[in-house]
């Protein structure tokens, strides 16, 4: 029988589909992030009014600096539509290999290095794009590789037994500024006036919303993807480096802990996980607030394992916060 | 006369402004069969896709049995008795038969939560029987052919009939565009079948087909149902002249004859083919030339124009460009040549939504624009300001996300992205008067015009025979992926007729 609602005669088809929209607008959305960042701090400042002294300031910018370095690259990556795992296990590998290497040959080691980790990001990349695997798997098999080899090359901490002056400096203070953080900030500011100003950062952006627009356009897809993983490799290498100044020393497992934070990070800046809108402004807001929560929660003295959960609550937050669900349609 | 068992009451349905569907009526009779037929564009898909609760209405009534329907989805249309059977088949590959067919209505079919499969497989059995379809109900959907995963769509219509106790009515939309004569025989064969058990709407391209089955046929154009006629009462020449016959606006004028005596010859394609797509294609392109290809969906048009722009590979053949044999590998290679493509989805292939109509506009350009290695964004801004405005598209700025465009605007961005480049010889536009309306359309009629008469190249793909004849100097005709006709523009004009039986 026809379930049609209960008649008075002739019910009109309803006028108009409603629509999904977003709950918040978008001035709102886009400055969520730094509104999350700006309650944090102040609420750990409250809890803890030394936090905010010029001094704990100081080791939170200098904290922050691998993370940033590490969020840096993965937002090209995410802004493409992809994602890379392998970036902690990768700059794990950079820093086992300059603590080796860095006593016999000295600050060419640092280049040599980087050239690695820049090669294996666009191999990574090449697979990728050329034997179509979503570089979700391409990457996790990075993952699993690179940190055995970093395993096999060294089983455990290896100090940096002479030559550490070619990295050193990055542990010093420029005008009361950690020189890491201005190392980190000053790389992803020259990124983001290459994503804004080169043709490549749009291109960037065309693939991550629309692949195929970009490439009916002439751009070529599969090699800008290489290039954005290399970018991604060289910044792991970068983050290996930052991490050798830090603790004077490279281990196969440094720098573990930070794939999912620097990949929230990223996220919590309010860069869509689905490509192709966001940006390193965002990013470094981002960056902040996991490293704020990082250590402010140290600093109030909540108990370490509460940590990942904070993080948890505040990518989902930060995320549906940020989203433009009037994107979430079916395209027609 | 019998009661209908399906009255459509003066249906309408925009799309972002444009009008699919604009005051439809039709009566469906118990076990009757309605043919619809229009060109492209016309609503019969809108139509189909409204009644079996696909898309929703603006306005209008759908009646089925004497109670009005709110076909708020498909499985309310389900239950009210309408089963629709797509275009681009919607089996799930991965699954059985059985499956398949009861899709979503399993609840028979299970005990305790799990599958019974013999009650499953039995009841499967029951429709495809009434089909006389040999097909096992346990096979894996993705084994079967084209023909037979159609069946299976049709058995699993066919469901519907128990559920509700009446004889369903079955939409078809398209069944045997993508079919070979073998596969369109059996499901004509199956109309046929159908009629003693069901009543079906069919919508198809091929005149002669719904000539065949329906009992009567209706015309539809522009959105609107234009007539209604018995099968004894018409031919296909009347339909055909039903068909085409509105009135002819300005923007359909013919375009002027051209000389191609003395001109470059642009493009030349040499005995190119591909399989399943087409084969043994052949032409010359002059430069200030438009050359028009009439050819229906899956004929091959769509295809070989994505090879002339390197997006898809031929398997044989040769592809010249002003003289020099030139291998597409990706679609960078033709732009850096100077070939642009206007692609028949706008939305998926043409606009990147969510970019300002500037970022849309340059992208293909953007190495042309660059000061140093930078982008040169002032000169950008200039350039992109002055195409909005000689193409007048409208446009809140230049920086106005591109989805907020209406289909026309984006339309002209979409051109734009191509006319901007200082080096473009060969526009290839695939059907892009597709979901336009009939102002936009006169300004893009104009626009080709014009470009060709600067000394650029296009090569036109459309299945509705008024554009392809008001647009080109010389025609071919393209059906199941071979050249069915020529009309050089050395050569008198063809009249509508002789392209159109070429075509179907």
Request: charged fraction near 20%; aromatic fraction near 4%; glycine fraction near 10%.
């Amino acid at each position: 029988m026809t379930p049609a609602p209960p008649t008075d005669g002739s019910p009109p088809i309803p006028p108009e589909d409603r629509e999904v929209r977003s709950r918040i607008g978008p001035a709102a959305r886009r400055f969520a992030p730094l509104a999350v960042l700006i309650s944090l701090l102040s609420a750990v400042g409250a809890i803890e009014p030394s936090f905010l002294s010029l001094y704990s300031l100081n080791v939170l910018a200098d904290e922050s600096s691998v993370i940033l370095i590490l969020a840096t690259g993965q937002t090209v990556v995410i802004l493409l539509g992809g994602i890379d795992l392998s970036m902690a296990a990768v700059a794990s590998l950079a820093s086992v290999l300059i603590a080796l290497a860095l006593p016999a040959i000295g600050p060419g080691t640092l280049v040599g290095v980087l050239a690695l980790t820049t090669l294996i990001g666009s191999v990574q990349g090449l697979i990728h794009a050329r034997a179509q695997m979503p570089s979700f798997i391409v990457t996790l098999a990075g993952l699993g590789v690179w940190s055995g080899l970093a395993l096999i090359i060294a089983q455990t901490t290896i100090p940096v037994a002479a030559g550490y002056s070619a990295v050193g400096w990055l542990e010093s203070n420029s005008a009361g500024v950690p020189n890491s953080f201005s190392f980190a900030l000053a790389a992803l500011m020259v990124l983001a006036v290459a994503l804004r100003r080169l043709p490549l950062g749009r291109y960037i952006y065309a693939i991550g919303m629309a692949e195929r627009v970009a490439l009916l356009s002439g751009i070529r897809v599969g090699r800008v993807k290489i290039l954005g993983f290399a970018l991604a490799g060289l910044f792991s290498g970068l983050a290996g480096m930052a991490m050798v100044a830090r603790d004077s020393s490279g281990s196969p497992t440094i720098a573990d802990s930070l794939l999912l934070p620097s990949i929230a990070a990223v996220v919590i800046g309010g860069t869509s996980i689905t490509g192709g809108v966001g940006g390193l402004g965002r990013t470094f807001i981002g960056a902040l607030t996991i490293t704020v929560l990082r250590v402010g929660l140290a600093t109030i003295g909540l108990d370490p394992a509460y940590e990942p959960i904070a993080y948890g609550v505040l990518v989902m937050s930060a995320v549906a916060l940020t989203i433009d669900r009037s994107k979430a349609q079916i395209v027609k | 006369m019998t009661e209908p068992v399906l009255r459509v009451e003066g249906l309408s349905k925009s799309f972002a402004g444009v009008c699919a569907l604009d005051d439809v009526s039709i009566d469906v009779r118990p076990r009757e069969v309605i043919g619809l037929i229009g060109e492209n564009g016309a609503g019969k898909s809108t139509l189909l896709k409204v009644l079996a609760g696909v898309l929703r209405a603006d306005r209008g009534r759908i009646i089925v049995r004497g109670t009005p329907v709110s076909s708020v989805n498909v499985a309310a249309a389900a239950a009210s008795g309408i089963g629709i059977v797509f275009q681009e088949q919607a089996v799930l590959p991965n699954v059985t038969v059985a499956e398949n067919i009861l899709l979503g209505h399993e609840r028979r079919a299970l005990r305790a939560g799990f599958y019974d499969w013999r009650t499953l497989y039995a009841l499967a059995v029951t429709q495809l029987d009434k089909l006389g379809a040999g097909i096992s109900p346990s096979a894996l959907t993705a084994t079967l052919s084209f023909g037979e995963r159609q069946l299976v769509e049709i058995a699993r219509a066919l469901a519907i009939e128990e559920r509700t106790r009446h004889e369903p009515i079955i939409l078809f939309d398209e069944p045997t565009s993508m079919l070979d004569a073998h596969g369109t025989e059996t499901v004509l064969g199956q109309i046929e079948r159908l009629r003693l058990r069901a009543s079906v709407v069919f919508v198809s391209h091929r005149l002669d087909e719904v000539l065949r089955v329906s009992d009567r046929i209706c015309v539809m154009v522009n959105g609107r149902c234009v007539s209604t006629r018995d099968r004894a009462m018409c031919n296909i020449a009347d339909l055909e002249r039903l068909m085409l016959g509105r009135e002819l606006d300005a923007a359909y004028q013919q375009q002027a004859p051209l000389s191609t005596h003395g001109r470059k010859v642009r493009l030349s394609v040499r005995a190119l083919s591909r399989q399943n797509s087409y084969q043994g294609v052949s032409f010359e392109l002059h430069a200030g030339e438009v050359l028009g290809i009439a050819a229906l969906a899956g004929s091959g048009g769509e295809s070989l124009c994505r090879t002339l722009f390197g997006a898809e590979r031929a398997d044989t053949g040769e592809i010249v460009l002003d003289g020099r044999a030139v291998r597409l590998r990706e679609p960078a290679d033709a732009v850096r040549l100077g070939i642009g493509y206007v692609p028949a989805e706008r939305r998926l292939e043409g606009i990147v939504g969510g970019l300002g109509v500037r970022e849309n506009m340059t992208l293909a350009h953007l190495d042309e624009l660059r000061r140093g290695p930078f982008i040169d964004l002032a000169g950008e801004e200039q350039l992109v300001k002055s195409w909005i405005q000689r193409l007048r598209i409208s446009t809140p700025a230049a920086d106005t996300p591109a989805h907020d465009l209406s289909g026309g605007n984006q339309q002209k961005v979409v051109l734009a992205k191509w006319l901007i480049g200082r080096k473009l010889k060969l526009l290839i536009l695939d059907h892009p008067m597709r979901g336009l309306d009939i102002g936009v359309k006169a300004e893009m009629f104009a626009l080709i015009r014009e470009l060709a008469r600067e000394g650029l190249g296009v090569l036109l793909v459309a299945d509705t025979v008024d554009e392809v004849m008001a647009l080109s100097h010389s025609i071919v005709v393209m059906k199941d992926g071979v050249i069915s006709g020529r009309f050089p523009a050395t050569a008198a004009k063809p009249s509508r007729l002789q392209v159109l039986e070429r075509m179907v």
